[in-house]
């Protein structure tokens, strides 16, 4: 019997130790008209066992995005009303400045990304090997919507062209998982105020020379008339970043 209660008491102790720590999370979400969706990610993102404040900032959306926020009561949501539709970017930056925890990590409110991926994205933090973490949809055994071919290939070259400014070998620079320690992003002068957040934050964070990691995630893409928003456009702006930043700094 005292056999048996030592090596309960082992196991016990072994499963504890096995625990990871994991830091508190400040968890960004910028939205514009997705009523349909922003209460299933709040539920998705709660759900995740980290001690974690949400940081939603709405960008002036027409729908009934802020109604649906409203009912969704809880000291760990805070919601800001940018007055006027500026683009994620700048919603990115109000977010960014008004985190308080560890870690800041963006999700997009539409449900391609899944919070269940969250310790996957934590893990090098607490291990204390990373500054910055992203999810590629692209370097992955999880399950994932097959892209559009085009659209693939433009995220694959936009990749390739800020591999070749930052001299890492990201597989997947355009991803909305990015993870980041906060004094570290919030140190950062941010400029863009739409999509070119991605090259922008990239360039800069690796010229500080940031310690990247980069862990395989989920993802249930949209097509564009699912409602998914970024156009052809947003990829042109986001090679102007990369020389923009890559080249002048």
């Known amino acids: 019997m005292k056999s048996l209660k030592r090596k309960k008491r082992v196991l016990s102790a072994r499963v504890k130790t096995t625990t990871p720590a994991w830091p508190s ?8 008209n997705e009523e349909k969706t922003i209460a299933e990610i709040i539920r998705r993102v709660r759900a995740v066992p980290v001690s974690m404040e949400i940081i939603v900032v709405d960008d002036a959306s027409t729908d009934k995005t802020v109604e649906r926020l409203r009912a969704l009561k809880g000291s760990d949501l805070r919601v800001v009303a940018q007055p006027v539709n500026r ?35 934590l893990m090098p933090f607490v291990k204390g090997v990373a500054d910055v973490v992203y999810g590629s949809r692209f370097l992955t055994t999880k399950s994932r919507r097959v892209l559009l071919f085009w659209h693939s290939l433009m995220n694959t070259f936009l990749t390739f062209v800020s591999n070749m400014f930052t001299n890492l070998n990201l597989t997947d620079m355009e991803t909305c998982y990015k993870v980041f320690r906060r004094e570290l992003i919030q140190s950062v002068p941010l400029r863009e105020t739409r999509f070119g957040f991605e090259p922008e934050v990239t360039i800069k964070l690796a010229r500080r020379q940031a310690r990247f990691f ?22 042109l702006r986001a ?11």
């Open 87 to 121: 683009g994620k970017g700048a919603a990115l930056h109000t977010g960014i400045r008004l985190a308080k925890n560890d870690v800041v990590l963006i999700q997009d409110a539409d449900l391609e990304y899944d919070p269940a991926d969250y310790p996957d994205l």
């Open 25 to 32: 999370l400040s968890v960004i979400i910028p939205v514009y």
């Open 214 to 235: 980069e862990v395989g995630i989920s993802y249930y893409g949209r097509t564009t008339a699912e409602g998914k928003k970024i156009r052809a456009k947003d990829a």
């Open 239 to 249: 090679l102007y970043c990369l020389f923009r930043y890559g080249i002048f700094g």
